[in-house]
């Protein structure tokens, strides 16, 4: 690897604010223009800078319960049912459960933090709205969080834990689920505070709070919108908490009033940005055929 990498990479000059407002094709160039030089960048950061004793990237960071679940279901796919009994519907085919342990979720943070404070320009999120400390995180978008650390543990999210629960729950998405896509966003009142009413280009959504226990929030609610009632469900996340549903559920999130919440958001959906069709009926499957990791190669496509 070229070393340097980490101190051309801070010298580039960033896209204004404005420029990725009226999302000039400009700011789309500069990402791509310098993906390798980030990426690289990233890898030496890692090496060199970050501060690795304090902590590990790994399943230890989630809730026990669910680790243990996973472990087993991925051992003997037969006890899947242990994942699924800590899976709650709170809302029509919206799903919660604890994701990561809320004691740890400390170290996570501190990762996230010496990750802001490198000086390596980050992409952050523009779907809807620009979510100014919000990062991309999946290989496909230029500009991601490319820190070979950081990838490997949001890869096993992906791979080893939503997919299959994703499968568990919304049996027709099987086979719209070989790529994946992701994001961090953090909301604060008086810079990014609420999201309209919107569906995702995903087959599924996790979508996974960063809070630790002591930061509070109000407000910031995520409502879902039932199609079939026009019913609304309000709910709020806990420190540690995921909500999953299928990217077609119409949602929102409130403005945040105080405090502050940071998020992972992910998404799967299929070759070339394929989505299963509305309503679509699936087959039964069988519990081995969930628990696998598809060999589709990573196509590149990006929603956003
Ligand atoms: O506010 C959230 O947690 C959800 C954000 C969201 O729906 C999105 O980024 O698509
Ligand atoms: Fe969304």
């Keep these: 690897m070229k ?37 690289n960048a990233w890898s030496e950061w890692e090496l060199s800078e970050l501060n690795q004793s304090a902590f590990t990237l790994d399943d230890s960071l989630l809730d026990k319960n669910l680790h243990e679940a996973i472990t087993k279901a ?22 919660e459960f604890q994701f990561f342990d809320p ?24 779907g809807i709205v620009l979510n100014r400390r919000g990062v991309m995180l999946d290989k496909r978008s230029s500009g991601y969080l490319a820190a070979p650390n950081f990838q490997a543990f949001y890869n096993e999210v992906l791979n080893n834990y939503m997919r299959p629960i994703s499968r568990l729950l919304f049996p027709e998405i099987m086979g719209y689920d070989t790529q994946t896509f992701g994001f961090s966003i953090y909301y ?23 809070n630790l226990p002591e930061e509070k929030f109000t407000g910031s609610e995520l409502d879902f919108y039932d199609q079939q009632t ?10 540690g908490c995921a909500m999953i549903h299928r990217g077609n559920v119409a ?39 969930r628990w696998t990791t598809p060999q589709s190669i990573h196509d590149g496509y990006v929603p956003f």
Excluded: C
Aim: net charge positive; aromatic share 8%; glycine share 4%.
């Design 251 to 289: 949602h929102a999130a409130k403005p945040i009033l105080t405090g502050d919440r940071t998020n992972f958001v992910m998404w799967l959906f299929g070759d070339r940005g394929r989505l299963p069709a509305h309503g679509a009926q699936r087959n039964h499957i069988n519990a081995k055929e």
């Design 230 to 239: 026009g019913k609304i469900t309000q709910l709020s996340f806990k420190p």
């Design 103 to 126: 004691e740890r979720l400390s170290d996570l943070r501190g990762y996230l933090e010496q990750v802001w404070s490198s000086g390596i320009p980050m992409r952050p999120p523009y």
């Design 188 to 210: 604060d009142p008086n810079t990014d505070a609420s999201i309209r009413p919107h569906t995702d280009a995903s087959a599924v959504t996790l979508n996974i709070n960063l």
């Design 74 to 95: 991925w051992q003997d796919p037969t006890k899947e049912h242990l994942v699924k009994s800590l899976l709650k519907e709170v809302a029509p085919d919206v799903y």
């Design 3 to 39: 070393t340097n990498q980490l101190q051309l990479a801070r010298a580039l000059n960033l896209p204004t604010r404005q420029a990725m407002l009226n999302r000039e094709h400009s700011v789309q160039q500069f990402w791509s223009n310098n993906n390798e030089l980030i990426t």
